[in-house]
Every structure is written in structure tokens, then in C-alpha cells.
Nanobody, 118 residues
């Protein structure tokens, strides 16, 4: 069974930091592009960041570039999202996503809530 288990969400003050983790199982992790999406209240889901396996090519939404860092540890089947300088606009449910670059396999985590508020 494919599983993407997210952790690390919670409440943080503006300007603070948070690191999300997504532990993957049930598929060949290093064959997949890993992505983080988020969905804020009243808005559609948007792509935040992505990372390939080799090389470790990363892409970021303009709104998070310079503040967020996506990384992966293939030995641990885990992808991370380090979030710094958080603002209330970052408040959303964050979802982990895995997609095979050459096939139609597409897996999703359950989502984790990130709330940025004073």
C-alpha cells in the first residue's frame, strides 16, 4: 500500500520557521518527483515546491522563493520542506505529492495544517 505520511505542521508566529516532513512507503521513492502543494482557505490548491531525484533539481513558487527549501533523503524515503520567514499568507493545508516522471502514478498525502498567526 502506498503511503505518504506528513508531519511537522502546527501554529507558528509570523517570522518564525517550521519544517515539514513526508515519509513515503509502498513505491520506489527515488524514481519519483516529490512535490509540496498547499491550499489556503477559499483558494485552489497551488504548487509550492518540487524536487527531482537525480540531479536534485528544485523549483519554487515565486511567493516562497528564498524562504522555503525543499530537500529529500532517498535513503530515508523522506522529503522535507523547510519554511522560514513565515507570514499569515502561508497559512494553508500542505500536501505531499509523488509523481512518476514517465508514468501516470500520482500519490498524495493526507495534508498537514500550517497556521501562521500572532
Amino acid at each position: 500500500q502506498v503511503q505518504l505520511v506528513e508531519s511537522g505542521g502546527g501554529l507558528v508566529q509570523p517570522g518564525g520557521s517550521l519544517r515539514l516532513s513526508c515519509a513515503a512507503s509502498g513505491f520506489t521513492f527515488n524514481n519519483y518527483v516529490m512535490k509540496w502543494y498547499r491550499q489556503a482557505p477559499g483558494k485552489e490548491r497551488e504548487l509550492v515546491a518540487s524536487i527531482t531525484s537525480y540531479p536534485r533539481t528544485t523549483n519554487y513558487a515565486d511567493s516562497v522563493k528564498g524562504r522555503f527549501t525543499i530537500s529529500r533523503d532517498n535513503a530515508k524515503n523522506t522529503v522535507y520542506l523547510q519554511m522560514n520567514s513565515l507570514s499569515p499568507e502561508d497559512t494553508a493545508v500542505y500536501y505531499c505529492n509523488a509523481v512518476h516522471p514517465l508514468r501516470f502514478n500520482n500519490y498524495w498525502g493526507q495534508g498537514t495544517q500550517v497556521t501562521v498567526s500572532s
